[in-house]
């Protein structure tokens, strides 16, 4: 159990995504409007059905011409309550979202830090020594997703079925590349309605335990995500949609 409990911290993060290209870099931003976004959740891990809800708080300001967000990750799961938390703040540049901090409790753990330090152009985390080179648009996995709703929001009929958009992610302990590939668009049926949702799918590479990570958008919900699943390589599932909205 305490497995499965692992895997479903981890697994909500990515809600609450750093081109790391110049047709990135290049690209228009459209950034979402504030809002708080509660989804449902179904999982299967090892056989056990688990059920629970997570919250999203998106926040953005503006002071003085400058503009700064917040967002706010919360998982609860039947029987374990709180089993995630996780804070990413920051301000907006010419990239998009510029994540500043990236703060995240597991269940049973301490919390760890990722730190983007805009004056030294590095990325650096308590949970590890490694250091990465901030060169623009780098992400940590809550920003991510709202880095991508930014580019959908802008591209237009560039964010189309085989588009694909590559990204520079850093989590508790280092950074990877992903890369996101537009799928479909499909009608996704949710507690607020019918949808048409543009399916994305991130896939890791040929013979990799990495995890997938398939994401729906819908347009006339600002590009809000209405669902996202997660399929381990051993067939265990985490699936949350959107439940209710609050702007």
Do not use: C
Request: glycine letters at 6%.
């Amino acid at each position: 159990m305490h497995n499965s409990i692992s895997r479903l911290q981890g697994l909500f993060l990515i809600l609450g995504f750093s081109a790391y290209s110049l047709a990135y870099a290049d690209s228009a931003i459209n950034l979402p409007p504030s809002v708080d976004l509660q989804y449902a959740i179904k999982a299967r891990q090892k056989g056990l059905s688990v059920s629970g809800e997570a919250l999203v708080k998106w926040q953005l300001t503006e002071q003085k011409n400058k503009k700064s967000y917040t967002l706010l990750t919360e998982t609860r799961v039947m029987l374990f309550g709180k089993i995630l938390e996780a804070n990413s703040y920051g301000n907006i540049d010419e990239f998009g979202v510029a994540p500043d901090k990236y703060v995240e409790k597991r269940f049973g753990k301490d919390a760890t830090t990722t730190s983007f330090d805009r004056s030294k152009k590095t990325i650096q985390f308590t949970a590890s020594n490694d250091i990465y080179t901030i060169k623009g648009g780098e992400q940590d996995r809550s920003s991510a997703t709202w880095q991508l709703v930014a580019l959908a929001r802008a591209a237009g009929d560039k964010f189309i079925p085989g588009s694909e958009w590559k990204m520079f992610v850093a989590g508790r302990r280092d950074a990877e590349a992903w890369s996101f590939k537009v799928a479909e668009v499909v009608t996704l049926n949710t507690a607020l309605g019918e949808f048409s949702s543009v399916h994305i799918i991130k896939a890791p590479p040929p013979d990799s335990k990495d995890q997938q990570l398939e994401i729906w958008l819908a347009p006339k919900l600002e590009w809000y995500p209405v669902r996202l699943k997660f399929t381990d390589a051993d067939g265990d599932t985490v699936d949350q949609t959107l439940s209710s909205m609050n702007k």
